[in-house]
């Protein structure tokens, strides 16, 4: 279902992931992966001002490209920083007119600087962006966000077989007309490690590693593609987000999202993955 896809754009402008061997995505390959993407239907990229060099590249890429894009971008508050003035800053890296979304990457940003949501809801207003947002981490983030009354268009939130911690809350968004983008179905790469090697920190995730492998080969699936199925089968998320080392994981992603129906048959198996220690599921809190 690659219509409910967003290509992330990390991988473009830093090295990431905790299973990444290939280091920082070529802007050549770049390219060649945003065109296979347009040409199997995926129409939206993410990216934020905190992924380095990934606004620059993308702003190179997409105008040869001739694709429809939306772009979905964050911001982190620096000094002297005002939301138009990094609106714009956004723009001109991206070559672009205007965005899909803007999103608060922090949530505390919105705490302190409570001036700056009406200065985003004025750019809202003045056509050259969609929808404002936030990229968050925790449901009590987004518990505040509802409950204070707070306008916003657009919420992304990690979503994964492992991390399910804000599955109670998706059909009250639904409700309230916010459109979800689920990020980290593939917990950083942590999905694909070899179970009998992880870092001692993560040694908790090895039941749940084993069993997904479980799982992968008595379906016939890749551990890849039950991790997206699982995303995109929740009808209450609008997007997943994937990001990808390189044009063949691309490739991979895409067959995947081509195994729904197949993935459907095991989804309850999958739901059995669920993990909530947050030290194991919030890779900011992984020992190193």
Known sequence: MTVKL???????????????????????????IMRRACSAGVDMVDTSRAYGESEAVLGRTLPSLNAPFKIVSKFIVSPGATPKGMFADSCGRLRAKGLYAFLYHRFSDLREHPGWHKELLDLKAGGSLEKIG???????????????????????????????????????????????????????????????????????????????????????LPVSALCLCFGLLNPCIDRVVIGVDGLADLEDNLAGAARENEAKKIYDGLCGLREDDEALILPFRWKK
């Open 134 to 220: 936030f990229s968050i981490y925790y449901p009590a983030e987004l518990r505040s966000l509802i409950d204070g009354g707070v306008k916003f268009d657009l919420v992304q939130l990690p979503y994964s077989v492992f991390d399910r911690r804000f599955e109670a809350m998706l059909p009250e968004l639904k409700k309230l007309g916010v459109e979800v983008h689920a990020r980290s179905v593939f917990l950083q790469g942590l999905a694909f490690m070899d179970p009998a090697a992880l870092p001692a920190g993560l040694e908790g995730m090895r039941p749940k590693l084993e069993r997904l492998r479980g799982l992968a080969e008595k379906s016939g």
């Open 6 to 32: 967003a290509l992330g754009t990390v991988q473009f402008g830093i090295v990431y992931g905790i299973n990444n061997k290939t280091g920082r995505v070529f802007e050549q390959e770049a390219a060649d």
